[in-house]
């Protein structure tokens, strides 16, 4: 990594809360993180007709297993890094290496790979190996993102258009490719991460005109963010410009 770079603001672990404040953060969350809601908005019809096994690679902090029915047997799996990330430790995660998943050949009925591909070093490995422990008919279901900032830096490796990962995807059947969003959702994004930084200056002193360009901005970014929501909900918008990928892959 460049001596001279800096990851300004890591990004804030996807965790699911209980109770009722818990329920309110989610909502906060999910409408704020445009990334998250789009990912939450794939995933959740998908895993809740999951049956059988499933291996979340890359768990980090397991946010959407609450997604999953419960008599669905959940393994989640991430590298030790992942502590570094401010993932919180779970006695339950099992460790690997970032390549090689430590599970027999077709020990699985489905896999979940959720933002984790553009930080493998080798990303047709780590897909090839989730084909690997698929029993056939299971079902592969991926994200990845695409306008995103650089995070979790230096582990930070890739970005994909949907015709590269049609192309890692081949050894499956029925690959179904979709946008995140759109050119509207990634504006939204962008100025709600720009408002983010300059609300956390690399020195402290500059808060104080950072904090009036935050405050200027700030109607714009809620304005940009209403016009987002509204545009997952009526179609507006372009596809080729979008927050990210999701991927559902069957093994034949």
């Known amino acids: 990594m460049p001596a001279d770079f800096v990851e300004q603001f890591k990004p804030i672990p996807v965790r699911r809360h209980d109770g009722l404040f818990g329920r309110l953060l ?6 704020v993180d445009l990334q998250l809601l789009t990912c939450t908005r794939f995933l959740k019809p998908r895993l809740a007709r999951t049956s059988g096994a499933l291996l979340d690679v890359g768990c980090g902090e397991m946010p959407f297993r609450s997604l999953l029915p419960t008599s669905v047997r959940y393994t989640g799996i991430d590298v030790p890094e992942a502590m570094s990330f401010g993932m919180d430790e779970h006695d339950d995660i099992v460790t690997f290496d970032g390549a090689n998943i ?3 050949d077709a020990s699985h009925d489905a896999v979940l790979c959720t933002e984790v591909l ?3 070093v080798d990303p047709l490995k780590l897909i090839q190996e989730m084909h690997r422990v698929l029993r056939p008919g ?7 993102p695409f306008a995103a900032r650089v995070h979790h830096a230096p582990y930070d490796f890739h970005r994909f258009t949907r015709f590269r990962l049609a192309a890692m ?4 059947n029925d690959v179904e490719i979709i946008e995140r969003g759109n050119d509207i959702t990634v504006i939204a994004n962008k100025l709600i991460v720009l408002c983010a930084r300059l609300l956390q200056p690399k020195q402290g002193w500059a808060l104080l005109y950072n904090g009036v360009f935050a405050l ?3 109607p714009f970014a809620v304005f940009a963010l209403a016009c987002a929501h509204l545009s997952l909900v009526f179609g507006w918008g372009s596809k080729n410009d979008p927050l990210g990928y999701a991927v559902t892959a069957r093994k034949a």
Request: proline fraction near 8%; include cysteine.
């Open 26 to 31: 989610n909502a906060i969350r999910l409408t």
């Open 102 to 104: 430590p599970f027999p």
């Open 118 to 120: 553009e930080h493998a």
């Open 138 to 144: 299971g079902v592969c279901l991926v994200t990845v």
């Open 169 to 172: 995807f081949s050894a499956f």
């Open 216 to 218: 200027l901005l700030a």
